[in-house]
Structures are given as C-alpha cells and as structure tokens.
T-cell receptor, first 114, second 111 residues
Framework: ETGVTQTPRHLVMGMTNKKSLKCEQHLGHNAMYWYKQSAKKPLELMFVYNFKEQTENNSVPSRFSPECPNSSHLFLHLHTLQPEDSALYLC?????????????FGSGTRLTVV | AQSVTQLGSHVSVSEGALVLLRCNYSSSVPPYLFWYVQYPNQGLQLLLKYTSAATLVKGINGFEAEFKKSETSFHLTKPSAHMSDAAEYFCAVMSWAKLVFGAGTILRVKS
C-alpha cells in the first residue's frame, strides 16, 4: 500500500481510557508530523519528527505522547483526555524536514472523547 | 514567521462558473506556497505548489494558481466549477520548516 495510512479511522474513548493512533507511510519520507484539526479552528501542528527524532513539540499537553520507532511509523498515545480533545487527528510526512515539495497527509482519525 | 490569510470562509458558485479562492501571504523571503483540498471525512490532498519557478502553477483537477509578488497573493482558480469540486480548500506556506495553514475556505457548488 502506498501513501500515508492512519488507523483507526474513528475512535470513541472515555476520559479515563488509554488508546493509540497509528500512522504508517510507505513513501520513503524522513519527516513525519501530527496535526490536530478542530471545528472552526486552523490546523494545529502538534509534533514533528525527523529521522525518528522529535524536533518540535508545540506546547502539546502531556496527555498526548508521540512515538516514532522508525521513519515509516508514527504513533500518538492518548490517556486521560478531555472532551475538548475531540477532533480530527491528521498524520503527514515529507521527504525532508524542509518539506519544500509539501506534505502528504493521511485520511485522519476522528476522535471523540466522551 | 510567514503566514497566510484566506479571504472568505465560504464561497458559493454555480456549476460551470469560475472558481476564485483568495489567499494572501506575509513573508520577508521568497515563500513556498501550497493549496490543499479536503473532502468530507478525508485528509488533505495537495492541489498544487509554488516553489519559485514559474509564477503560474497548474495543479490537479483543472486548478491553477498565480503567484503575484506585488500583491503578495496566491489565489486559486478554476475556469469551470464542477459539483465534485465542493470541498474545503486550504492555502499554506512553509515557515521555518513548518507548513502553516490558513483558516480554510469552504467551496459550495450549486447546480
């Protein structure tokens, strides 16, 4: 499979649950990103990984914990979330950290916190 | 840091009419600019990109955009709208090695 694949597509979780979002890319890209897309708000960059190393954390609460075991896989571990964390979480990748060719996005995980 | 502003959160056109979605950027250096489209319950798909080559950039699905430095604009156009063009469109700029998005414009196409 080519492109950026995110699983699951939909997730409903309680505030005390622990869950993980998975992102996988088969494009040979070296940089990966997590974005949050909430209703009526601009896309927010959460984390950046370059060659498996985290290079950016945009003041994201610690209840979101990213993991990048290799350049092809990116996870977002979730625990004790709040209802305001409900959103579409998008994973993206780019050939280089500079991303001058743009990013390739996955279809996203629609997260609902109840 | 560079940023983009999209004028108009909603645009409505008739099928077959010209599509014009506006984007202005702020940048002190030559920018890398992008247009993305998002269909309902989908991720973002790259429509086209400007990387300081030709000022008129052609993308997928018949869209194109023109980089105008004097106006700091990168407006997206399509000569004839199709029902399948109904979606949300995002302008973005590469700023300090991060892709920064505008607020988005929802395009509605009327039959």
């Amino acid at each position: 499979e080519t492109g950026v694949t995110q699983t699951p597509r939909h997730l409903v979780m309680g505030m005390t649950n622990k869950k993980s979002l998975k992102c996988e890319q088969h494009l040979g890209h070296n940089a990966m990103y997590w974005y949050k897309q909430s209703a009526k708000k601009p896309l927010e960059l959460m984390f950046v990984y370059n060659f498996k190393e985290q290079t950016e954390n945009n003041s994201v609460p610690s209840r979101f914990s990213p993991e990048c075991p290799n350049s092809s896989h990116l996870f977002l571990h979730l625990h004790t979330l709040q209802p305001e964390d409900s959103a579409l979480y998008l994973c993206a990748s780019s050939q280089t950290r500079e991303g001058r060719d743009g990013y390739t996005f996955g279809s996203g995980t629609r997260l609902t916190v109840v | 840091a560079q940023s983009v502003t999209q004028l108009g959160s909603h645009v409505s056109v008739s099928e077959g009419a010209l599509v014009l979605l506006r984007c202005n950027y702020s940048s002190s250096v030559p920018p890398y600019l992008f247009w993305y489209v998002q269909y309902p319950n989908q991720g973002l798909q790259l429509l086209l990109k400007y990387t300081s080559a030709a000022t008129l950039v052609k993308g997928i699905n018949g869209f194109e955009a023109e980089f105008k430095k004097s106006e700091t604009s990168f407006h997206l156009t399509k000569p004839s709208a199709h029902m399948s063009d109904a979606a949300e469109y995002f302008c973005a700029v590469m700023s300090w090695a991060k892709l920064v998005f505008g607020a988005g414009t929802i395009l509605r196409v009327k039959s």
